[in-house]
């Protein structure tokens, strides 16, 4: 599975911006799918998952009610819509496809379970 994410940019605070991430290959074992960040010096860590199935979501809490997680089936292609947005949401935004069928119902939220990952997006928010 290849994973291409686009849409990082500059933003500033208050402000929006969508992410994209389109899958390609094979694209069959994808059970869930999500999206980490990581700041520099920080952990990688989940800002939102889906069941590719089922539709499920999950978010972290600090983007809860600020970011949408959504899928286009047809497409193979998954969104972050990011409203709202503090310069503490600064970081490399990262795609990620999990193979698991752990997420078949509801999302895996750990990195470790997701096997497939985009080449990352930086995205800033200014002040």
């Known amino acids: 599975v290849q994973l291409q994410a686009s849409g990082g940019g500059l933003v500033q605070g208050g402000g929006s911006l969508r992410l994209s991430c389109a899958a390609s290959?094979?694209?069959?074992?994808?059970?869930?799918r999500a999206w980490f960040r990581q700041a520099p010096g920080k952990e990688r860590d989940l800002v939102a998952a889906i069941s590719w199935n089922s539709g499920i979501t999950h978010y972290a809490d600090s983007v809860k009610g600020r970011f949408t997680i959504s899928r286009d089936n047809a497409a193979n292609t998954m969104y972050l819509q990011m409203d709202s947005l503090k310069p503490e949401d600064t970081a490399v935004y990262y795609c990620a496809v999990s193979g698991s069928s752990t997420s078949f119902i509801t999302p895996n939220l750990r990195a470790v379970d997701y096997d497939y990952w985009g080449q990352g997006t930086q995205f800033t928010v200014s002040s």
């Open positions: 290959g094979r694209t069959s074992v994808t059970y869930g």
